[in-house]
Every structure is written in structure tokens, then in C-alpha cells.
């Protein structure tokens, strides 16, 4: 079984330039979340989704960040413009049920110059 | 809010036993998580702990105390491999939350010859 896609995997770009993110959740799960990882931190929650429905996106910075899972399935995961603060890993994970295990993609290592 | 402990890095020899401890304070608890993120790559599911006591799964285990707020993850048998940061997480025990985690720092284990 393929598990949580994600691309891509590195991304520099300079500040003040859009930049997205996109990711394939495992089949058949319906919850969808974005981490951010800084170096040498914890993921910490951006939004979650069950569904195509945003459920919790109270730390998302939405004055310069947004996301979308216009069919329940995949998602992205955008920022514009993008800040040298942004620069991390931006993990996807996935999981059945919200009771259940998430299963994390490998990030996407994002290098904002 | 959650607020998570666990120690920065830790170092030991191969073979021998490491134990990662974890201190919590939340608003409500619904379960707690360790994973192992190796560098560059996803966090993995190591261990579950809802009810109080020792979960063991082959050379790992996971210990909870709900009443002390604190975890802690024991590896035996270490092996190079093991080298990795491990994450702690708690699960919030509020329903609007869902399967909202939220990650302690990390304990970046260092395993030498």
C-alpha cells in the first residue's frame, strides 16, 4: 500500500515569491492534516481537514498562507508571498478516523532565500 | 493548552538501554504517541499509551502515568539504527479538537559504537 505522497520534496525559492505544496493522502483516508516542522522542533499543526471540509485551522497564517482539498482526496498547501520565517519542512499526514494513527508523507524542505 | 517536555539529545552505547522521558500538561488527554523521525525523513509510529502502564512491542516499550502527566519510552538492545530523533505527542481529550497532536521537541538519540 502507497503511503502519504508528497511534492516536492525540496523547494528554494526567494522571499516574496508564491510557493505550493501538494499531497496524496493514504487511499480511503478521510483526514488530512499539515504540519510544520522547524529544525530540531515538533510538527506543529497548521490545519486539518476531514474530508474536503477545514475543520481546525486556527494556527494557520492565513494572511499569507492557504490550502485546499477541493475533493476530499488530495491537498495543497500554498503560501503567498513567502517569508525567510518559512523556511522548514512542511509534513502531510493522513490518517482513517480522527481517533486513529496518522501516518506521515516526508515532507516537503522548504528554503526561502 | 499542551504544553510537552522531553529532553533535547541523549547519547548512548550500542547495546545498551536508553529511556526517553515526557511530561505533560494539557487540557484535556485522549492518548499519548511516540514516533521516530530519522533525519531528512517522516515521523513513524513507535507506541500508543491511553490507560496507565507498560506497553511493550519487541525491543521497545512505552510507559504512561495519566495521574503524574508523564511517559516514557524505553529502547533496549540499542542498535545503530536507532540513531533518530523521538517524538512525544499528546492527543487533546477535547471532541471539537479531534485527533489534534500536539509535539513535544523531540529527544535526538545518538547511538555510538
Known amino acids: 500500500e502507497a503511503g502519504v505522497v508528497q511534492s516536492p520534496r525540496y523547494k528554494i525559492i526567494e522571499k516574496k515569491q508564491p510557493v505550493a505544496f501538494w499531497c496524496n493522502p493514504i487511499?480511503?483516508?478521510?483526514?488530512l492534516y499539515w504540519y510544520l516542522q522547524n529544525l530540531g522542533q515538533g510538527p506543529e499543526l497548521l490545519i486539518r481537514y476531514e474530508n474536503e471540509e477545514a475543520v481546525d485551522d486556527s494556527q494557520l497564517p492565513k494572511d499569507r498562507f492557504s490550502a485546499e482539498r477541493l475533493k476530499g482526496v488530495d491537498s495543497t498547501l500554498k503560501i503567498q508571498p513567502a517569508e525567510l520565517g518559512d523556511s522548514a519542512v512542511y509534513l502531510c499526514a493522513s490518517s482513517s478516523g480522527d481517533e486513529n494513527e496518522q501516518f506521515f508523507g516526508p515532507g516537503t524542505r522548504l528554503t526561502v532565500l | 493548552g499542551q504544553n510537552i517536555d522531553q529532553p533535547t539529545e541523549m547519547t548512548a552505547t550500542e547495546g545498551a538501554i536508553v529511556q526517553i522521558n515526557c511530561t505533560y500538561q494539557?487540557?484535556?488527554?485522549?492518548?499519548l504517541f511516540w514516533y521516530q523521525q530519522h533525519a531528512g525523513e517522516a515521523p513513524t509510529f513507535l507506541s500508543y499509551n491511553v490507560l496507565d502502564g507498560l506497553e511493550e512491542k519487541g525491543r521497545f516499550s512505552s510507559f504512561l502515568s495519566r495521574s503524574k502527566g508523564y511517559s516514557y519510552l524505553l529502547l533496549k538492545e540499542l542498535q545503530m539504527k536507532d540513531s533518530a530523533s523521538y517524538l512525544c505527542?499528546?492527543?487533546?481529550?477535547?471532541?471539537?479538537?479531534?485527533?489534534?497532536?500536539?509535539f513535544g521537541g523531540g529527544t535526538r538519540v545518538l547511538v555510538k559504537p
Open positions: 487511499s480511503g483516508h478521510n483526514t
Open positions: 505527542a499528546v492527543r487533546a481529550g477535547i471532541k471539537a479538537a479531534g485527533n489534534k497532536l500536539t
Open positions: 494539557t487540557s484535556g488527554f485522549n492518548g
